[in-house]
């Protein structure tokens, strides 16, 4: 089992930024790929960048050089580091864990985002 607990999440006015934390405890040693994920009312839950253990990075394409995904695996914690935020970044943030021995992919809670125009 992982536990996964994020953190970071509020209000920014458009053109803000904002930082994103994502803290996995439990059984920790099988995890691989890293990601973020946002759920907007109405919509399906989308991926908005995700990091291998091994450093390498995947972003959406409507937030390409605009956000910015890192690793601490010393600290098992995963970062989404978030600037120039539009309205339509306004959304639930859901950190994802993806577990190589068994492939099964754990969720934290989310951390709603708003950005105001």
């Known amino acids: 089992q992982v536990q996964l607990v994020e953190s970071g999440g509020g209000l920014a006015q458009a053109g803000g930024s904002l930082r994103l934390s994502c803290t996995a405890s439990?059984?920790?040693?099988?995890?691989?790929?890293m990601g973020w994920y946002r759920q907007a009312p109405g919509k399906q839950r989308e991926l908005v960048a995700s990091?291998?253990?091994?450093?390498?990075?995947n972003y959406a394409g409507n937030v390409k050089g605009r956000f910015t995904i890192s690793r601490d695996n010393a600290k098992n914690t995963v970062y989404l580091q978030m600037i120039s935020l539009k309205p339509e970044d306004t959304a639930v943030y859901f950190c994802n864990a993806y577990t190589l021995a068994t492939a099964y992919n754990y969720w934290g809670q989310g951390t709603q985002v708003t950005v105001s125009s």
């Open positions: 990091i291998t253990s091994g450093g390498k990075t």
């Open positions: 439990g059984s920790i040693g099988g995890i691989g790929t």
